[in-house]
């Protein structure tokens, strides 16, 4: 047999198939390795730089915070009676990772029919803590029994939605002191601007108006809760740590809840306030405004249509106690003021008085368009003259009166703890008509003035404080709802009339009730007591009318301004009998 030699050509084949072999193996490896590097570096980042997230994730997955409410402060009145306190009610809240951000929309349309409340409110509030956050999220507070009753009929419809006990505010006594005691509601974007840093979070509790937003420090408390873990089902498997809620303080106020009454029965249905006040320290007794409104309905939903009814024409929220209205002829005493502490008329100082007075080419007629005869200080008070206080007012001319208006505290907010609430009123000079109107300052200007009509405004708080001027001798007082402050006791500023100017104001004043304008509080069921009427002009709508006075005469406890808003009313006619039947209801009231 004869051996065949390996050609060239098939040497050449065999030793490229070898070779391709070894590539190919080579090339697997790589491939193989980069697989496994790429395997153990996505593995190194999960376990380096997401380990703490997947922790984080995992733990909002089983740990719940559950937020414990503080007991809100309750609010009394001078003599110990509740005025607000807390009571029990059912909410219900969103726990936002129960469910999937996909899973929210068909809980939200179910319980939108249950609740009847808008859908889109819904979402929204979901939305504003985000499908992420771990804390619940409240949608409706002040639940009924029935709407309780139907979401535990559809809970297995409902993942996340939970009905819980909480405290919401109440108000015993409805609509009484209202517009002092203010209300409480939920915080909202707007709030957390300024809140945040606080500690407040969307939905809290804080007070919106009165003395619940002017006291929100006191009475709101810390909050505390619970770090729980919860199994798959969201039920409580054990507490991780706890942190005991701080409850707030309760806050004592100045105000007599019966003298409160008293005033807001007095007032009635008329437009207008009525403030009641210690001439001596400040402390405010009572201050009634209406229209008013009930503040138990912001401790649940309030819906559009209720919201648009509390935002009528006729103002309920507005405080009328501390908002700026022409003073009328209550304004005579700081007009007899300035007029005898200036120097340029001295305290016996007689004037004929006349239908009217002309300047400028105006005529100024007197209230009852006849004029009075000579009259000096008393009797002018007594009877009101107009006329005599424009003569004064061209006497003294207006830097002086303006003066001595600033100087009993018009044109200027009073200090009251509601500040937020309370207008400053208006006392314009030559600069503000410039700069607002365009035009100088006129003799007619000041004339108006001296009757407080004109540019002049001022609150029914502020007639008092000038009121208790006069009673207490001398003194403007700083007016003040905290009960046992102990600042109050240097709240007094002397204008340091002199002991003429005061003797003048009070015989003047005493005179109104004995034979002028305020003899309606001439009357057997009070103690001697002085006061100022005035009725004050607001085309084209109806006057206003006023009156403040003090009781006893001799050593006066109580300073009562009523005051009635366009009623068409006089001051003697429809604001002194107000006033009347305040001050019949402190001392009745006292001698119990």
Request: no cysteine; aromatic share 8%.
């Amino acid at each position: 047999m004869t051996l065949t030699p390996f050609s060239s050509a098939s040497s050449r084949s065999v030793t490229r198939n070898v070779g391709k072999s070894s590539q190919a193996l080579v090339v697997m490896g790589i491939v193989t390795l980069m697989m496994l590097l790429g395997i153990g570096s996505r593995l190194a980042y999960l376990q380096l730089y997401q380990t703490e997230q997947s922790r984080q994730e995992a733990d909002n997955n089983r740990v719940r915070l559950l937020p414990k409410q503080p007991g809100r402060g309750n609010i009394f009145d001078r003599n110990g009676k509740l005025l607000a306190s807390s009571r029990l009610s059912r909410a219900v809240f969103l726990w936002p990772l129960e469910q999937q951000p996909h899973e929210w929309p068909a809980t939200l349309k179910r319980l939108s029919k249950l609740l009847n409340i808008p859908e889109a409110e819904l979402k929204e509030r979901l939305e504003k803590v985000g499908y992420e956050s771990p804390l619940p999220v409240r949608v409706a507070r002040g639940l009924g029994a029935e709407h309780a009753t139907a979401l535990e009929e559809y809970a297995v419809e409902l993942k996340g939605v939970k009905v819980d006990v909480e405290a919401i505010r109440y108000y015993p006594h409805n609509k009484t002191a209202a517009h002092i005691l203010g209300y409480t509601g939920e915080t909202n974007d707007r709030d957390l601007t300024t809140l945040k840093e606080r500690g407040y979070r969307l939905g809290d509790i804080i007070g919106q108006m009165g003395v619940e937003a002017a006291f929100e420090k006191k009475l709101r408390g810390e909050w505390g809760g619970q770090e729980v873990e919860v199994d798959s089902t969201g039920q409580i498997l054990r507490t991780l740590g706890e942190k005991a809620a701080k409850a707030g303080q309760d806050v004592h106020l100045t105000i007599d809840l019966e003298l409160q009454k008293a005033a807001e029965k007095a007032l009635g249905n008329y437009k207008g306030a009525v403030v009641a006040m210690d001439p001596n320290n400040g402390a405010v007794f009572a201050m009634a405004s209406y229209p008013a409104f009930d503040p138990n309905v912001f401790s649940g939903r309030i819906s559009d249509e209720s919201w648009a009814q509390l935002q009528g024409e006729d103002h309920p929220f507005v405080n009328r106690a501390i908002q700026g209205f022409p003073p009328a002829s209550t304004f005579k005493i700081v007009t007899t003021t300035a007029a005898i502490e200036s120097g340029k008329y001295s305290p016996y100082t007689v004037l004929p008085t006349y239908p009217y007075v002309q300047a400028g080419g105006i005529k100024f007629w007197d209230w009852n368009r006849a004029g009075f005869g000579p009259l000096g200080f008393v009797g002018a008070l007594a009877w009101s003259s107009d006329t005599f206080f424009y003569q004064i007012a061209m006497g003294i001319g207006g830097e002086i009166l303006i003066d001595w208006t600033r100087r009993f505290g018009f044109g200027s907010k009073t200090g009251i703890e509601l500040a937020s609430e309370e207008a400053a009123g208006l006392v314009a000079d030559d600069r503000w008509k410039r700069e607002e109107i365009g035009e100088e300052w006129l003799l007619g200007d000041t004339i108006n003035m001296s009757i407080g009509q004109g540019f002049l405004l001022a609150s029914p708080l502020q007639v008092a404080i000038m009121t208790a001027v006069p009673a207490n001798g001398g003194y403007k007082v700083k007016p003040h709802l905290l009960k046992d402050d102990e600042e109050s006791k240097s709240w007094r500023e002397s204008l340091e009339l002199q002991p003429e100017t005061v003797e003048i104001l009070r015989t003047g004043l005493r005179d109104v009730v004995i034979a002028g304008t305020g003899g309606a509080l001439n009357v057997t069921t009070l103690p001697p007591n002085a006061g100022k009427t005035g009725t004050a002009e607001d085309p084209p709508r109806l006057s206003h009318a006023w009156y403040g006075g003090y009781a006893p005469f001799d050593k006066p406890e109580i300073v009562v301004v009523a005051f009635g808003e366009n009623t068409g009313g006089g001051g003697g006619s429809f604001a002194a009998p107000i006033a009347r039947q305040v001050m019949e209801a402190y001392f009745k009231n006292k001698k119990k």
